[in-house]
Structures are given as structure tokens and as C-alpha cells.
């Protein structure tokens, strides 16, 4: 598609969302001022195409090791000493390839 073709698309599709959640909102009493945002800038935004955020292998593993610090924290109060000793493997494992990157 050219990007004239992915404007138009974008804009298409954000003017059909838009007419169907504006009486919606509407309801509730907000006020609606909103520009559909144009494809060229949104494919430099940090989400993808479905709204998922676009993150390096790097900042994928450091999110996962962060949840694994917290699930630490509760298997220690919880005394799950055998499912501590797993999930410190699996950390380790997570460390070493989130240091070779």
C-alpha cells in the first residue's frame, strides 16, 4: 500500500471507531476532541499494528526477570522453598542471556 493508500485506510477506520463509541461517550457526559492520527506516525510509535508494545529481546527479559523478583518475594513469605530453588534457575538462565545482550 502507499501511504496516501494507509492514510486514507487509518483514517477510515479510526472515523468508523470513532462514530461508534461517540454516543457512548457522549452518554457519560465527556466532551470528545479527538484527530485520528495519520499511518506515517503511527508506525513510528512504540506499538504495533495491534497495539502491542514494540519492546527489544533485552526489555522483554528485563520485565520477566522484574516478575520473577516478585514471585521471589512470595514464595520466600510462603516458605516454597523447592519452587524458590526453580525459579532461581530459571532466573539465572534469564540473566545470562539478558548479559549476553
Known amino acids: 500500500m502507499t501511504p496516501d493508500q494507509l492514510d486514507l485506510l ?38 504495533d499494528a495491534f497495539g502491542n508494545m514494540k519492546m527489544s529481546q533485552k526489555d522483554v527479559l528485563a520485565a520477566q526477570m522484574s516478575k520473577l ?3 521471589k518475594e512470595k514464595l520466600l513469605n510462603e516458605e516454597k522453598y523447592e519452587l524458590l530453588q526453580e ?5 539465572a538462565k534469564l540473566k545470562e542471556e539478558y548479559d549476553k545482550l
Open 10 to 47: 487509518s483514517s477510515m477506520i479510526a472515523n468508523k471507531l470513532f462514530a461508534m463509541i461517540e454516543p457512548l461517550i457522549k452518554d457519560k457526559g465527556y466532551t470528545v476532541a479527538f484527530e485520528p492520527m495519520p499511518a506515517e506516525e503511527f508506525l513510528h510509535k512504540d506499538v
Open 69 to 71: 523478583l516478585i514471585t
Open 87 to 91: 525459579l532461581e534457575e530459571i532466573y
